[in-house]
């Protein structure tokens, strides 16, 4: 069965965009391969392989982008935890507030679960689908995004149970100190969530808007 090229091109896309070329490369080398096809009538994979391994020979993948991108959506997880406990907590601003065993749970499970299974899992999944290519889909995101948490809150919380007392005392830290970190974690939460973008580049000339700007630095579709 002759692989779909416009399929085939947003793949490729993706592909190239998750190894960090630019947009505008991106357009060139996506509107070279469809240019092409069309000349030529031959079937994409045939041509140019598997999308993953041809946007191999174009940029190699770094790890440093999955490394940033995975402390910035920590920190805004961080964030999300920190930042309630200090504001709506019943102590005085100068005084230090308990963190109990259980918080601390609740919080490496989010730390995981929403700063790096979404991107990691998502980037482990455009990977085997750009090698799959013209053949059948993989499992679909959410399962395994549900899978994969399940497993890290078993996980986190039956370790946890054995090394610490569930009802007792982590540690105190200064009701100050958990407000400056919330909002210091702050803009990691632009980071938090889907930003698999497979959608084809715009044409040459084509305005991009604050809204679409927007839109794709948290829905990036």
């Known amino acids: 069965m002759p692989t779909d090229l416009w ?6 896309a993706e592909q190239l965009r998750l190894n960090g070329m630019r947009e505008e490369r991106v357009r060139e080398v996506v509107a ?23 946007a191999m020979t174009w940029v190699a993948p770094s790890s440093r982008r999955w490394i ?3 402390v910035a959506a920590m920190a805004g997880v961080t964030s999300l935890v920190s930042l309630p406990r200090g504001l709506l ?13 259980s918080y601390v749970y609740l919080w490496l499970i989010w730390l995981v679960c929403m700063g790096v299974l979404p991107w990691t899992a998502e980037v482990w999944l455009a990977r085997r689908s750009g090698r799959r290519a013209g053949g059948p ?22 370790g946890g149970s054995m090394l610490f007392d569930d009802r007792g005392l982590a ?3 200064p009701k100050w100190a ?18 698999r973008n497979v959608s084809l580049p ?3 000339g084509t305005t991009v808007t604050w809204k679409t700007r927007v839109r794709r630095a948290f829905i990036n579709r």
């Open 89 to 101: 907590g019943p102590e005085a601003w100068g005084s230090r507030v308990d963190i109990a065993s």
């Open 32 to 54: 070279e391969v469809q240019h092409h096809v069309l000349d030529t009538q031959q079937d994409p994979v045939e041509a140019f392989g598997q999308p993953t391994d041809y």
């Open 137 to 158: 889909g993989g499992a679909p995101v959410w399962a395994v995004l549900m899978g994969a948490s399940l497993l890290v809150m078993i996980l986190v919380w039956v």
């Open 202 to 204: 715009e044409r040459p």
């Open 178 to 195: 958990l407000v400056t970190i919330g909002v210091a974690g702050l803009p990691g939460l632009a980071f938090i969530g889907s930003h």
């Open 68 to 70: 940033v991108r995975s």
């Open 171 to 173: 540690f105190t830290a």
């Open 7 to 12: 399929e085939y091109s947003k793949v490729l």
